[in-house]
């Protein structure tokens, strides 16, 4: 690994991001290289570059300090480009090949240089397309059990795991979760943004007490409970995938959190695509869904056995109690994404891509129902069949 | 606040002390002033520096590289003198008067410079001599409220929460009540040390899989619940006190954990006193571990309403929710601390000195049964009556 040497921050054009990648001899001094910025470009510049001769690339991203989106006046830390950074190549000493290569990282300049995906396509553009991901759940559901088993005290060392705690350390990047998933969609706050047709659900959910109690202790979770290394946005657009492969890109909201939050965050975008789907191409999602928490904690519960350094791990119920507390944690950060995706700042284009009003109308009320039910019934969804008959019952 | 230059770590004779002191302008250089080391000097030096003439005294605490309970082989690290001092400085922001003054850090030294306490005495041993200490519970009761509130979620900006979070990594320390409090007492590992004839009560704790499967949570919680800053060892032995005034010391365990914590292992220390006592002067103690709980919680909750900045305050049922969380804590963490006390490394006067071994043997089993009962028992147990009414019970 290349660590370029200190200098102030600039924003890179295309043909310096070409001359910064030559210096880091990822590619010799007389090539002709093509490179085109290919970011959606609301937090990241995404510099892709190529030797047009061979097809061999680079991804060069960095941060801007600043949220594109709303302009230059919503600052954000640099330091999301090393906590990035350092979160692909952790994750990728336990899911080798689930995530891309990091060949560099330059913190002065909030640079990461890595492996180029550009063969694959955004999960997200991809299932809205009705692409066939055979590997997905499979390949998420180990992502999922890799990192966030060996990233938790189950596995490490204390010493190690405290200082791993303290190295992703993320407070700009959680309060926006915190914020944007947690708190703004359940109050009548300025972010929020939903059609006028849906205002009767979303001003019962203000309302709804019984279901703020509920966000408000998943909240006190996300804030106080540090249980593993969190991608932190596991949500498909975070994925690229084909038919063979599968690589989770981003985790620039990564810290220690509590576990069920990537799981019910991938779950729950999941979800959406069994919402918008009708016939045999919902039931392929039903499978995703059903893999994805099947292939997690029987791997999970496979490196437990295994690896675990827990002087407890042998005690009778307590892996059990884990995966429980997992389970029903997902269940209920799902139901949170459900809701914040359809009346919050940040919406998925599985929804508002859906033209005919009265459907999209529709579709965002499903999303809505089972969020609310996710989030007041976490308790008493014993199993992730349950939660397919539930999705099943609640769209029929 | 003078911090001293930084130089290499030695430690102080007791004329290096009072050169020291003379050196940070405590003292004018002509006074002739006497010291002595007062330590109990397991793990540190504690100079008393004082002017003959005035009785004017100063502290001078210096951190050990290592434990002298077991020589010189258990290396400690001298940062937990830096983690002491700033946690009594931040617990002194909120709860002044009820810990010493901080006059001094000097992190190269390991030396936090304080206010002299010694007109108090510890409280464990003023308990076991049956001094009075009326203010006892409600100083500790206002202590745990305002040092806990007012470094949680509940009243800080999450950066500065998260902030003080890493400041406060203490793994070192931390480590100590993993394996001390929450492991080796439920295992046959070497450090535990118990009468011969509490074996057979021993084994059925090693051998108890429900006891050692809520242990096995408590312990979980202790790992990643990082709720607020507190104090880490807060027994009687951590407590100056006299008719008048409580001053909470030794804070070098503080670190981010869940706030049952401090008030659990408070109320176990409280509870050996009942063991031991009888008559009106248990009666004293039962007062104690009421008000304790009755001011902890009241005050939490004044300062709840008055300060808290969560958005989700006046959700019906939160406000209820976390004290019954930090209650149910308290009763599993107290009952380690009663077991951890009476079988593992570290044991209490309240038990070890009493000189009949009938008698001190049935102490100790009382102390076993209690803990057991505790931690098993934590979710049922409902309110702090229940508790006194359930202590009143098994000790008649």
Redesign the interface.
């Known amino acids: 690994m290349t660590i370029a040497t200190k200098r102030q921050y600039e924003s890179l054009t295309e043909e310096q991001a070409i001359v910064y990648a030559k210096k880091l001899g990822l590619f010799s001094d007389e090539l002709e290289l093509e490179c085109s910025e290919i970011g959606d470009g609301n937090l990241n510049y995404v510099f892709r570059i190529r030797d047009p001769k061979n097809g061999k690339g680079i991804i060069i991203k960095q941060a801007l300090p600043y949220a594109k989106v709303v302009g230059e006046s919503w600052p954000l830390t640099l330091k999301r480009a090393k906590i990035e950074a350092s979160a692909l190549k952790k994750h990728g000493e336990f899911a080798a090949g689930l995530v891309p290569e990091v060949y560099a990282i330059d913190e002065e300049l909030a640079i990461t240089v890595m492996e180029d995906l550009s063969r694959l396509t955004i999960a997200r553009e991809g299932l809205i397309c009705l692409e066939s991901y055979p590997k997905l759940s499979t390949d998420i559901g180990e992502y999922l059990a890799q990192t966030l088993f060996h990233t938790s005290?189950f596995a490490l060392h204390?010493?190690e795991k405290?200082?791993l705690?303290?190295e992703f350390?993320n407070?700009?990047l959680?309060?926006i979760t915190?914020d944007l998933i947690f708190?703004d969609p359940f109050?009548d706050y300025e972010t929020n943004d939903f059609e006028s047709s849906l205002r009767v659900d979303v001003e019962a959910i203000w309302s709804n007490?019984l279901l703020?109690?509920e966000?408000?202790?998943l909240?006190?979770s996300f804030?106080?409970?540090?249980?593993a290394l969190l991608h932190g946005d596991l949500h498909t657009g975070s994925i690229f995938a084909s038919e063979m492969e599968t690589k989770v890109i981003d985790p620039e909201f990564a810290f220690y959190g509590p576990i069920g939050f990537d799981v019910g965050l991938f779950l729950a975008n999941l979800i959406f695509q069994t919402i918008t789907r009708e016939g045999e191409s919902r039931v392929v999602i039903f499978e995703h869904i059903e893999k994805t928490w099947e292939v997690f904690s029987s791997k999970f519960s496979e490196l437990w056995k295994k690896e675990a350094v827990?002087?407890?791990k042998d005690?009778?119920?307590?892996e059990t109690?884990?995966l429980d507390k997992i389970f029903q944690d997902a269940i209920g950060f799902a139901g949170c994404e459900l809701i914040r995706r359809t009346i919050g700042l940040a919406h998925v284009k599985d929804l508002d891509r859906i033209v005919d009003e009265e459907q999209r109308i529709l579709a965002k009320k499903q999303a809505l129902q089972i969020g609310e039910l996710f989030i007041l019934n976490r308790k008493e969804i014993s199993s992730i069949q349950s939660v397919i008959e539930l999705l099943e019952e609640l769209q029929k």
Do not use: R
């Open positions: 005290d204390p010493f405290k200082k705690v303290s350390s407070p700009e959680c309060k915190e708190t109050f007490e703020k109690l966000v408000a202790k909240k006190k804030l106080t409970e540090a249980e827990e002087s407890y005690t009778k119920g307590f109690y884990v």
